[in-house]
């Protein structure tokens, strides 16, 4: 498995926590996006609402960011309410053809 590479143009977000769902949102839940092209698992679907917030990070952590940069150190971005408290991991992987 290749290493987590910080200026991979290939990003998955990850639902880790939701306090008080109130759509589909669960636990565990992914997307990863690959340069433009947005993926999703087969079946599942993923809150608009929750993907209007993290696009602009995703777009961030395409590019190279320095090792303190507050979205590598901690890369977790909130969903837009706040009673449901949703809560997503945006983290660069590396590509399967980057070993």
């Not at 977000?13 to 939701?18: A, D, L």
């Not at 992914?30 to 993907?51: H, I, K, N």
Request: net charge negative; proline share 9%.
């Amino acid at each position: 498995m290749a290493a987590i590479s910080p200026g991979s143009p290939r990003v998955r977000v990850t639902v880790v926590r939701v306090d008080k769902p109130r759509g589909t949102a669960r636990v565990g839940d992914w997307f990863e996006v690959d340069g433009s092209r947005m993926t999703l698992p087969d079946g599942q679907a993923f809150c608009p609402y929750a993907l209007s917030v993290v696009l602009p990070i995703i777009t961030m952590r395409q590019h190279d960011l320095p090792a303190d940069d507050w979205l590598v150190r901690k890369p977790l971005i909130c969903g837009p309410d706040a009673e449901e408290n949703l809560v997503m991991r945006v983290e660069a992987i590396a590509r399967e053809d980057d070993d």
